[in-house]
């Protein structure tokens, strides 16, 4: 369960983020949703305790994340490329996140072998870094590793974008897999309406830093928000 | 249209990473760069009487000239290993309303303008105006110095069409390895003939019209190649080197560690700047020849011989460790979000500072040469880099607040340097020469090297409870850290 409380952010006198009360189950599968600049990936930061709240705190799990660290053990994010390393060869990359969340070299062959559907031959024994990988490859790279080690919580900022569209109906599938058993949570923003509304059983929609309209989705929902973007 | 062109350059030039920084790191550049250049003209002013002196009755254009050839080659093969053809500036031009020609004649033109053709003439001028101040006659100077332009600009243009050949490449290095054999073991004297070539031009200027003729022939089939080349899967295409991965299996000893290890001597061997000064840190090691072979510093100043004996070992923590975690600015943030032992994560840094240092020790030791004396304090030095340096520099990585773009070049590169890369000179630099100051004046010169590897032994000794202190320090600097680390330099 993620709670924040009376979470603001403000840079000078601008406040980028106010969002007073927002609990998040376990096992929900999240959406944030909004125009550019609404704050999505600034409460994602504030989550991943990147930045600082001005006011408030975010609690998941029970754990304080700005006074603890214990979170990151169970908590798998990919924000965005800046999260990879790009000297090194995808392989290399996994058995580092890998590494650092415990598990071996057979745990993470095993894990990975899940996904070569997804990686469709073009990153694994490749011998590219990546950096040079495609944008889209570089995704799937950083969404595989926000997996890595049975993560309870997973955050995804704009998970679809740059992705092929059978990658994206893939990872729309693997996601509701994952809160399926109501134990993962897992968080993802996008500016594409549809795929939140058919990943996603709650919708948030942010505007200019404020909670606009917190959804249950249904079949209405995807109708609710073009309607509510179309200006 | 050639006007545009021309904005584009200066823009270019002006707003590079190059200019983006502090008034006080520009002035320090800035004389650096006068240096250099005053440097090169000395050199070309010089040689013509250098070579006089050292070879007394002959004349010293014959002498230069004789030598052309090797030069020539040389040229070409630096050339071959260092000069990329300027195609990348057009990618967005391409799809734009410019004829191709336009482009095609951009590049070239700019190609002509590059450090590798500029550079030379910083030795053929003055040259020249030494020649003509010597009662050379001045119609063959000027012919001579403008056969050179030529030749140098026409290397330009055949380097682009060797084009990365490895044939042309071994041709060229046997060419140049060869002739220099064959003039070595008196079997065949090619400077005779790169003599009698360049001496017929001086004496009649007419002939620098071969070399221009050549040049526009080149000129002309780079035209025609690079014109159909202007494509983004052929000239126009970003070469993607192939991994080297190589197996790092045997640092898994280092258990906790052992992740941040691996990825550190990746970090260090894939990124261009990381390995300059990486390799250059060997370099450091050499460092003691200036200071040891002159008397003049064991006898009025022991201070510069202290100094120099940290730099012998310490290239390695002073250049590297001063940059500490500012190489990783690019992922700095995803580390954060890891579930990592911040202890764990500096403590690998220091294991690799202190065994880098270490090896860079034993290779010192042919130092003993100069006698004990100068292998204690290089000793000393040594472990005071590792006991005491490391710490500084971990400590003061802490305040790092410039992000480092890792696929940027490797020389000369400044990235990343503000005000603290000189605060933290005081400690690592000063403190071992005032300490040897304070113990060797009253008790003798042994005292003072004692000194220096004693508080060197005690920051060995106290590591653990500064890792401690640093650690936590680096858990506060974090958000500051991230935030300045996503600033692009």
Known sequence: MIHSKNITKKYGTTQVLNIE???????????????????????????????????????????????????????????????????????????????????????INSFLSKFEEIFNGEILGKKKYLRDLSKGNQKKVGIVAALLGNPQVVI?????????????????????????NKEVTVLVSSHDLSHVTEVCERIVVLDKGNVVKDIETSQETLKELESYFAV | MFR??????????????????????????????????????????????????????????????????????????????????????V?????????????????????????FNIFSLFFYIPFTVVLIGQDYSVYGAL?????????????NFLNFIINKNNVAFWTLTVLLLGTIALQYFNIYDITIHSQSVFDGIFANPIYVSIPFVLLVILYVINQKILKQQLYLDAAVKVKVKEANTADLSWANR??????????????????????????????????????????????????????????????????????????????????????????????????????????????ATPYLYFGLKFYLMIAAGAAFNIGFNTLVL??????????????????????????????????VMLIPIGLFYAFSLPFGFNAGIAAIAGFGILGLVTKNYFMNLIAKRYIKEKYAAIHAFDQKA
């Open chain 1, 21 to 107: 009360e927002l609990e998040i189950p376990k096992g929900q599968s999240f959406g944030l949703v909004g125009n550019n600049g609404a704050g999505k990936t600034t409460f994602f930061n504030i989550l991943l305790d990147l930045i600082r709240p001005t006011t408030g705190e975010i609690t998941n799990h029970d754990v304080i994340v700005n006074k603890s660290e214990a979170w990151k053990s169970f908590t798998g994010s990919f924000i965005d490329e800046t999260f990879l390393i790009g000297y090194l060869t995808a392989e290399e990359y996994f058995d580092f996140i890998g590494d650092l969340r415990g598990m071996n070299k057979a745990d």
């Open chain 2, 91 to 115: 990618k967005p031009l391409l799809v734009l309303p410019i004829k191709k020609n336009k482009l095609v004649h951009y590049v070239l033109g700019k190609s002509m303008f590059s450090a």
């Open chain 2, 254 to 363: 280092f258990g906790e560690m052992a992740p941040f290890i691996k990825n550190e001597i990746r970090l260090i061997w894939r990124n261009k700047r990381t390995k300059t000064v990486f390799l250059m840190s060997f370099a450091f090691v050499l460092y003691g020849l200036i200071f040891f072979t002159n008397p003049i510093y064991e006898e009025k100043m022991p201070g510069f011989l202290i100094f120099a004996s940290l730099f012998v070992t310490g290239g390695f923590v002073l250049n590297y460790g001063q940059f500490i975690p500012a190489w990783e600015s690019s992922y700095y943030k995803m580390l954060m979000t890891q579930n990592l032992s911040y202890r764990k994560y500096l403590e690998s840094k220091w294991y690799l500072m202190v065994v880098i240092t270490a090896v860079l020790f034993i290779l």
């Open chain 2, 394 to 427: 971990l400590f003061a990585g802490s305040f790092n607040r410039k992000q480092i773009d890792l696929n940027a070049s490797g020389f000369g590169n400044t990235q990343g340097t503000s005000a603290k890369q000189f605060i933290v000179i005081i400690p």
């Open chain 2, 143 to 155: 012919g001579w110095l403008f056969t050179m332009i030529f030749v140098t600009q026409c290397a």
């Open chain 1, 156 to 180: 995804l900022d704009e998970p679809f974008a740059n992705l092929d569209p059978t990658t994206q109906i893939r990872l729309k599938k693997m996601l509701k897999e994952l809160t399926d």
């Open chain 2, 4 to 89: 545009r062109f021309l904005k584009l350059e200066w823009k270019q030039y002006f707003r590079s990473s190059y200019w983006q920084k502090g008034i006080a790191l520009k002035i320090i550049m800035g004389f650096f760069a006068l240096y250099m250049m005053a440097s090169f003209l000395v050199l070309g002013v010089g040689s013509f009487f250098l070579i006089r002196k050292a070879m007394p009755g002959s004349d010293p254009l014959q002498v230069v000239n004789s030598f052309l050839i090797f030069a020539i080659i040389g040229d070409l093969i630096f050339r071959y290993l260092m000069q990329k053809m300027p195609v990348m500036n």
